[in-house]
T-cell receptor
Framework: AQSVTQLGSHVSVSEGALVLLRCNYS??????LFWYVQYPNQGLQLLLK??????LVKGINGFEAEFKKSETSFHLAKPSAHMSDAAEYFC?????????????FGSGTRLSIRP | DTGVSQDPRHKITKRGQNVTFRCDPI?????LYWYRQTLGQGPEFLTY????????KSRLLSDRFSAERPKGSFSTLEIQRTEQGDSAMYLC????????????FGQGTRLTVV
């Protein structure tokens, strides 16, 4: 069964600093991988996804993530944090081996930005 | 298209009452998902549909929960004999095609059981 683990339920960085949110997955076959963001009182929004091809994927708002099969990881990064990045971030996976597959979410990481 | 729509946005009910939530997905999306989210947690999978077929139901979902998608368009989630532990945000999402495509989420229905 697939699972996803997000290391760190809360991350705090200074404005302008590097943001790094960690995600590891467990799956017999590398799954499809997603990062979603949830702003307060809003629905989840896709930041980026990895399906195939280049392992470094770029998303909206300057975020990027790298798929590392050997580490079963899909960490999310942004070189310079902005106050508007404060939100909850969720890593998610979907089974590559099935055409009828659900999306499984991690427990989330709350990102805070210090002025 | 206005995106995924959920109704109501908020529901307060007394313990033991039944509640029903509605989700209208994006037109033409064949997949529809229901999730439950509690404070500080990620969305927890409940069930999902491909067209009108319910393909999977979480083992965490008790018999008090039932979902339908009668014509492959909108969906309803019913909770019978609500309990305080059912208090949560119920999220609906839809997508089109294969599992590698983006799921679009509604803003959710917040249920409070008193």
């Amino acid at each position: 069964a697939q699972s996803v683990t997000q290391l760190g339920s809360h991350v705090s960085v200074s404005e302008g600093a590097l943001v790094l949110l960690r995600c590891n997955y467990s799956s017999s076959v590398p799954p499809y991988l997603f990062w979603y963001v949830q702003y307060p009182n809003q629905g989840l929004q896709l930041l980026l996804k990895y399906t195939t091809g280049a392992t470094l994927v770029k998303g909206i708002n300057g975020f990027e993530a790298e798929f590392k099969k050997s580490e079963t990881s899909f960490h999310l990064a942004k070189p310079s944090a902005h106050m508007s990045d404060a939100a909850e971030y969720f890593c998610a996976v979907s089974d590559r081996g099935s055409s009828a597959s659900k999306i499984i979410f991690g427990s989330g990481t709350r990102l805070s930005i210090r002025p | 298209d206005t995106g995924v729509s959920q109704d109501p946005r908020h529901k307060i009910t007394k313990r033991g009452q039944n509640v029903t939530f509605r989700c209208d997905p994006i037109s033409e999306h064949n997949r529809l998902y229901w999730y439950r989210q509690t404070l500080g947690q990620g969305p927890e999978f409940l069930t999902y549909f491909q067209n009108e077929a319910q393909l999977e139901k979480s083992r965490l979902l008790s018999d008090r929960f039932s979902a339908e998608r009668p014509k492959g368009s909108f969906s309803t989630l019913e909770i019978q004999r609500t309990e305080q532990g059912d208090s949560a945000m119920y999220l609906c999402a839809s997508s089109q095609g294969q599992p590698n495509t983006e799921a679009f989420f509604g803003q959710g229905t917040r249920l409070t059981v008193v």
